[in-house]
Nanobody, 117 residues
């Protein structure tokens, strides 16, 4: 079983940056695909970014070239560097880890990101 805890959310002005962290415990997630998702009020949860291994990453079109996902296997952690933030990036951000079936099976409790205009 994997437990995930996000941190680093907060209030930032448009154009600013935030770095989200996701600390994993229970077992190593070095071989898991790790992802970030977000959910804004009244909207469905949506994919933001994922990382497979150390360098293979993918992003939603809406965040490409602004967000960077990375991982530190020694710390059993995943990060999301968010730059050039926009009000539409405001949401609860969730960290997720893949399970044995390849789908995202483990989820954190989320961290709130609010971008003011």
């Amino acid at each position: 079983q994997v437990q995930l805890v996000e941190s680093g959310g907060g209030l930032v002005q448009a154009g600013g940056s935030l770095r989200l962290s996701c600390a994993a415990s229970g077992r190593t997630v070095s071989t898991n695909v790790m992802g970030w998702f977000r959910q804004a009020p009244g909207k469905e949860r949506e994919f933001v970014a994922r990382i497979r291994g150390s360098y293979s990453s993918g992003y939603a079109d809406s965040v490409k070239d602004r967000f960077i996902i990375s991982r530190d296997n020694a710390k059993n952690a995943v990060y999301l560097q968010m730059n050039s933030l926009k009000p539409e990036d405001s949401a609860v951000y969730y960290c997720a880890a893949s399970g044995s079936g390849g789908k995202f099976e483990f989820w954190g409790q989320g961290t709130q990101v609010t971008v003011s205009s």
